[in-house]
């Protein structure tokens, strides 16, 4: 009785720690996403300099996780090569670069729930470039899926009521940057046996992010930052949203570490809804019937991959305890065999 109490009470407890985990998450992320549109938004703060405050976050990111490694030695850094370096890591970081750049500029046209919307395309830009890139097998049935997706954002897009191209240009670019990193982290790190936690990610392509930005931020932020008089910087605003940003990759490391990437992408789909609640009710943002209407059937989509991978996870497990339970009943076999020949003779 006292057992299956203690048995009970620790099932609940690591419930209860992984629900933790994802509030936590859900929180800070919601929290940049909101922070970074308040600040880059020409209505709200009216800062609308996003390489600039991309590199406020890639140096304190940085700055913070050489502190982290170095310093509190918290986590050991990877062993790796300046070959492995520069073909896998620098890649990956202008990949980055160009994705953050372009997702922060979209905040400057588009309300916070569509750009929620246009994200639900990373599915079907990640299966897409992996099938080009030969990581991923061409399967119909998943790609119909992924023409769903497709479909229901494309309504959605079509009820937006402060529909701007430009917007939607940036954010499909950035949609696309963030889906080629992806794969490239697969082919270039994961298949060599290098895995980078968050806190190791910082450490290795903050820095690089933070060169490959200085190079469009000299041409087009720069001039228009000397020429205006009424730009200001106050360290409260952007140190703050620089700790949010750097404690969200923190609770990236505890959420899929402490529970799984699955449950970040389950988690991922209720902050997107709360997100859209968030800005229709709070921003004030227009949010159409038809618009959630086409997110709804993004929604499903996105909905039916996950369990389709969530499957093929399950599949894959059940097919490797099947090959080590195999592989223990062989070694079985040869030690009795061992001993018979031993008997014998």
Known sequence: MGKGRALSDGV??????????????????FTVIVYNKYILDKKLYNWPYPITLTMIHMAFCSSLAIILIKLFKIVDPVSMSRDTYLRSVVPIGALYSLSLWL?????????????????????????????LLKKEAFKSRTMTNMLSISFGVAVAAYGEAKFDVWGVVLQLGAVAFEATRLVLIQILLTSKGINLNPITSLYYVAPCCFVFLSVPW??????????ASSVRFDFVVFGTNSVCAFALNLAVFLLVGKTSALTMNVAGVVKD???????????????????LFGYGLAFLGVGYYNHCKLQALKA?????????????AGKLLDVRESERNETKD
């Open 12 to 29: 609940i407890k690591k419930i209860l720690l992984s629900y933790t985990y994802v509030a936590i998450w859900i929180f800070l992320s």
């Open 103 to 131: 997702s922060n500029s979209a905040y400057i046209y588009l309300s916070v729930s569509f750009i929620q919307m246009l994200k639900a395309l990373m599915p079907v830009a990640v299966y897409s470039i992996g099938v």
């Open 218 to 227: 000299i041409f087009v932020e720069l001039p228009v930052l000397r020429e």
């Open 273 to 291: 809804w709360l997100l859209i609640a968030f800005s229709w009710s709070v921003i004030k943002d227009t949010v159409t019937p038809l618009n």
């Open 316 to 328: 894959k497990d059940a097919q490797k305890k099947v090959q080590a339970s195999d592989e223990e």
